[in-house]
């Protein structure tokens, strides 16, 4: 019996010893905040000029380049306004604003469509 609560308690003092699980890390790496209207343009932007919606067809594994291009709009969030934004968010992100957010999407649209004029 003593044995047991010995190699109870020594499994407490090495799990204090550590700076904090991971989970909890990553969850606050990705924390959840309402995305800006700026942001939703970049995205926007990336993932039309590289038609991530594409047609299947001559694609020979969709969704991996689908990741890849989710990647490059996790990296271009986090480069130009310094926010960390899991491929998941956005990916939901992305959905919601074209079937649920139709007034959103379209003025995002049109400011794309006015910086494409003003280059």
Do not use: C
Request: no cysteine; charged share 35%.
């Amino acid at each position: 019996m003593e044995k047991e609560q010995v190699h109870a308690d020594s499994n407490s003092n090495s799990n204090d010893e550590r700076p904090g699980p991971r989970t909890s890390r990553s969850r606050r790496k990705f924390k959840a905040s309402n995305m800006s209207f700026i942001e939703m343009v970049e995205m926007v932007d990336i993932l039309k000029r590289t038609d991530y919606d594409g047609k299947p067809g001559p694609y020979p594994n969709p969704n991996v380049r689908k990741a890849k291009i989710m990647t490059k709009v996790v990296k271009s969030l986090h480069r130009n306004f310094g926010v960390r934004r899991s491929k998941n968010q956005l990916r939901k992100r992305w959905s919601d604003l074209k079937l649920r957010e139709h007034d959103q999407y379209r003025k995002i649209k049109r400011v794309l469509q006015k910086s494409l004029w003003a280059q």
